[in-house]
């Protein structure tokens, strides 16, 4: 069973910076795409940004040029530095890995942009 455990959320004033960081059991994360995805009060959850396993990203139009993912298959991480961040990314993130055997969710870290 492949567990992904996120950290690094918290509360930060905008414009302000936190990189999340997301663990997997087992070396499994260089076996396919990992995402990071957020859900807001009352919305759906939504791409933020995705890797693949030779390191293509895309980010969704929200984040672009804000925030930054990547991965280190070594040490099974994949991380997501967000930069100027703003009240509307106030969110739980999730990470989620696509692997051969199907596709595995963290249990989410909340992160809380405020004055």
């Known amino acids: 069973q492949v567990q992904l455990v996120e950290s690094g959320g918290g509360l930060v004033q905008p414009g302000g910076s936190l990189r999340l960081s997301c663990i997997a059991s087992g070396s499994v994360l260089s076996w396919g795409p990992t995402g990071w995805y957020r859900q807001a009060p009352g919305k759906e959850r939504e791409l933020v940004a995705r890797?693949?396993?030779?390191?293509?990203?895309n980010y969704s139009d929200a984040v672009k040029g804000r925030f930054t993912i990547s991965r280190d298959n070594p040490k099974n991480t994949v991380f997501l530095q967000m930069s100027n961040l703003k009240p509307e990314d106030t969110a739980v993130y999730y990470c989620?890995?696509?692997?051969?055997?199907?596709?595995?969710w963290g249990q989410g870290t909340q992160v809380t942009v405020s004055s």
């Open positions: 890797v693949t396993t030779r390191g293509t990203t």
């Open positions: 989620r890995a696509d692997l051969p055997s199907g596709s595995y």
